[in-house]
Every structure is written in C-alpha cells, then in structure tokens.
C-alpha cells in the first residue's frame, strides 16, 4: 500500500501542486492513484519532490490472521538505510 496521500497531507502539499511538479494534469495523477499504475521511475520522481526515500512511500505495516485462531495481528516492518 502506497502512503504518498498520507505524506502529502503531512506536508501540505496538495495533488495539483504534485501533478504540477510532476509535469502532469491533475486528472491524470488522480487516475494513477485511482488504478494505483505507479512505476518506479513516476515513484522516485515522487519521492525527490516530496523530499523523502522512495520506500517511505509504501506502508511499513500490514494486519494478517492467525489460519488457527483468527486472531489479528500487525506486523510493522523497520527498513533502514544501508550505510
């Protein structure tokens, strides 16, 4: 799951002036967040716009359920920049 809305809002940066920065109508941002059709290259263009790493843009966090109990669990992941 991609959180480039989340970080946007965070920043205040509004889909216009993203689609704007990246050359782009706003019709046709909306359309790839709609469809989620993002390829690397679109995400890095993102990412340096929005000022963070291309891996801040998906979530670091997903639920799954036990297959014995139906119990539901989070699982959040750490990803950390190689030094």
């Not at 509004?14 to 059709?37: E, H, K, Y």
Request: a positive charge.
């Amino acid at each position: 799951k991609l959180r480039i809305k989340d970080i946007m809002k965070e920043k205040g940066i509004t889909q216009v002036q993203l689609a704007n920065a990246l050359g782009i109508t706003p019709i046709s941002l909306n359309q790839q967040f709609a469809r989620n059709t993002f390829n690397l290259d679109r995400l890095e263009e993102i990412a340096k716009i929005l000022n963070v790493r291309v891996i801040d843009l998906f979530c670091n966090s997903f639920e799954i359920k036990c297959p014995h109990c139906g119990e539901s669990m989070e699982i959040q992941l750490n990803i950390v920049q190689p030094q």
